[in-house]
């Protein structure tokens, strides 16, 4: 992946890759974009497994772009090649009003896989409430390109299928509780 996002800085003007030093959870890596940009009118946050239809970019640009200067659009969910569900919010696009007005995302969700459903619980509940807008000629796919269905990244604890992916979970969520012991025993030494 790394070596597909150093090549985009040859076909496109002004990429930027963010690196951490910690793998981050998707939510610190979409908090990471919207501060290391604070002057954007807008971004797009995408999962990791999908892909963008050809001539989509240029059309959700044409959206955001005018959606920010007039306040028409606050967040744009993508159309997609099939019906995902609940997975809608795998790419969205967020004005800068629009994340003002909702904060950054909970970084408490580690590594992954419900911070897309709190981010909609929180945005539903606003007030006034944020209107997502489905852009329909803003076409992504999800998934290998051969599949038709939504097929989730999460895993249930213990899942023998996903003995890897618990394994992985479980690494992560042991270095993450080290990190906050270690920080919050920190803190008490300051005081």
């Keep these: 992946m790394w070596y597909e996002l150093e090549h985009l800085k040859d076909y496109a003007e002004n990429v930027v890759i963010i690196t951490c030093t910690d793998p981050p959870s ?12 604070p002057d954007e009118p807008w971004g797009v946050y995408c999962a990791r497994d999908t892909a963008w239809m050809p ?9 955001m772009w005018g959606g920010a200067g007039n306040g ?3 967040l744009a969910l993508m159309n997609w090649t099939f019906n995902i569900g609940g997975g809608l919010y795998n790419a969205f ?3 800068r ?7 950054l995302f909970d970084e408490n969700i580690y590594p992954a896989f419900y911070e897309d459903n709190d981010f909609q619980l929180r945005q539903a509940r606003m007030q006034p409430p944020m209107q997502p807008k489905v852009l329909g000629d803003v076409v992504m796919h999800h998934g290998k390109p051969h599949e038709s269905a939504y097929l989730t990244g999460m895993a249930t604890p213990d ?3 996903h003995t890897p992916l618990d394994d992985k979970m479980r690494s992560h969520m042991s270095h993450r509780a080290k990190g906050l012991a270690q920080s919050q025993a920190t803190d008490q030494v300051a005081q």
Excluded at 97 to 103: I, L
């Design 26 to 37: 998707v939510a610190e890596g979409w908090n990471a974009v919207f501060q290391a940009f």
């Design 55 to 63: 001539g989509s970019l240029q059309k959700l640009a044409g959206h």
């Design 72 to 74: 028409s659009i606050e």
């Design 93 to 95: 696009a967020m004005t």
């Design 97 to 103: 009003s629009a994340v003002n007005r909702f904060g």
């Design 159 to 161: 899942d023998p299928n």
